[in-house]
């Protein structure tokens, strides 16, 4: 059996996000380790993950080649930065094992499983192909997929909807303060995930 700690509350299903919680994810770092000049940095996260186009390509409205013909526009002084992190982030987005090893343990102790997480397709995809835990899951719900992201409403809905889940049962572990107020919203229990933070901090399993 798994309990929150905050409450005691028993626990039949986990919800996972991905970025920060099962995926390592840092664009700032990545640039860097890219060799990318830290005067930079600032400039390409206002074309990256702080722009209105990703939230769009999150959604699955416009595709990865509309992204990118619109960030050369929006910097084209920096043509060689932008090409070289659209091109490569992904390889620098490595899971976080003791989460995964977390992921394992809610799964062996009965819970069932789920992710539900703002991403693009592209990268989704090359996930998939990275990272075999993503197979062990019993559902999913990305943005891509249903034109929706957090902290909509509506994508709680969907998730609880679809895998009839009991909200006042149900964990959603997320790294973003917006986030975990949606889904408090929608009624599900909630974590809080500081970043490098482990979730069996806040989870307890018993036999």
Same mark, same amino acid.
């Given at each position: 059996?798994?309990?929150?700690n *905050?409450?005691?509350?028993?626990?039949?299903?986990?919800?996972?996000d991905?970025?920060? @919680?099962?995926?390592?994810?840092?664009?700032?770092?990545?640039?860097?380790?890219?060799?990318?000049?830290?005067?930079?940095?600032?400039?390409?996260?206002? &074309?990256?993950? =702080?722009?209105?186009?990703?939230?769009?390509?999150?959604?699955?409205?416009?595709s990865?080649?509309?992204?990118?013909?619109?960030?050369?526009? !929006?910097?084209? $002084?920096?043509?060689?930065?932008?090409? %070289?992190?659209? !091109?490569?982030?992904?390889?620098? /987005?490595?899971?976080? +094992?003791?989460? #995964?090893?977390?992921?394992?343990?809610?799964?062996?102790?009965?819970?069932?499983?789920?992710?539900?997480?703002?991403? $693009?397709?592209?990268?989704?995809? &090359?996930?998939?192909?990275?990272n075999?835990?993503?197979?062990d /899951?019993?559902?999913? @719900?990305?943005?891509?997929?249903?034109?929706?992201?957090?902290? $909509?409403? *509506?994508i709680? $809905?969907?998730?609880?909807?679809?895998?009839?889940?009991?909200?006042?049962?149900?964990v959603?572990?997320?790294?973003?303060?917006?986030?975990?107020?949606?889904?408090?919203?929608a009624?599900?229990?909630?974590?809080?995930? +500081? &970043?490098?933070g482990? #979730?069996?901090?806040y %989870?307890?399993? =018993?036999?």
């Open positions: 059996m798994i309990y929150l *905050e409450d005691r509350t028993p626990i039949d299903a986990v919800i996972f991905l970025g920060n @919680v099962l995926l390592d994810y840092n664009p700032r770092r990545f640039m860097l380790e890219m060799g990318i000049a830290p005067e930079y940095t600032d400039r390409l996260l206002k &074309v990256f993950p =702080e722009s209105e186009d990703w939230t769009r390509l999150d959604m699955g409205l416009i990865d080649d509309e992204f990118l013909s619109n960030a050369l526009y !929006k910097e084209p $002084q920096l043509r060689r930065e932008v090409i %070289l992190y659209h !091109k490569h982030w992904y390889d620098y /987005f490595k899971a976080i +094992p003791k989460n #995964v090893v977390a992921f394992y343990q809610v799964k062996e102790a009965g819970a069932k499983t789920y992710i539900l997480s703002n991403f $693009q397709e592209t990268c989704f995809r &090359v996930m998939q192909e990275h075999v835990f993503f197979e /899951f019993d559902g999913q @719900v990305i943005s891509y997929e249903c034109k929706l992201r957090k902290p $909509q409403p *509506e709680y $809905q969907l998730i609880i909807e679809k895998y009839r889940l009991d909200p006042a049962h149900s959603f572990i997320d790294d973003m303060a917006v986030n975990i107020e949606g889904a408090k919203a009624g599900l229990k909630t974590i809080h995930l +500081p &970043v490098s482990s #979730v069996l901090d %989870l307890t399993i =018993e036999d």
